[in-house]
């Protein structure tokens, strides 16, 4: 009887904990427009397209709002989406990281 109340309470133990770990690692897309809803954010990942590149500042797009995002290192412009990481202090996106978001095309045979 001991043995499967202590199982028990190992898994219940497990699973609160994969959850709260899931919980903080989980960092889901938000566009500029969710963004500028949200106020201040740290290691927020971003998606939209960049409109304008003036040396390492740079703005992106959802279609709807527009955000100033700064980044030291180059920075292009791209005919796909971006996704970039970073701290939204309220006005401005400390970009950490500017990925280029590939897209998969799936062809039937």
């Not at 938000?30 to 740290?42: H, V, Y």
Request: charged share 15%.
């Amino acid at each position: 009887m001991a043995d499967k109340k202590f199982s028990l309470i190992a898994l219940v133990s497990f699973t609160a904990l994969a959850i709260i770990v899931l919980y903080h690692n989980i960092s889901p897309y938000l566009t500029p427009s969710d963004l500028i809803a949200q106020g201040k954010a740290e290691n927020v990942q971003v998606v939209g397209k960049i409109v304008s590149v003036n040396g390492n500042t740079f703005q992106l797009s959802d279609g709807k709002s527009t955000i100033t995002a700064v980044y030291n290192g180059t920075v292009q412009r791209y005919d796909a989406e971006v996704v970039v990481v970073g701290n939204w202090d309220g006005k401005v996106l400390h970009a950490t990281k500017v990925l280029q978001k590939c897209h998969t095309e799936y062809k039937g045979g």
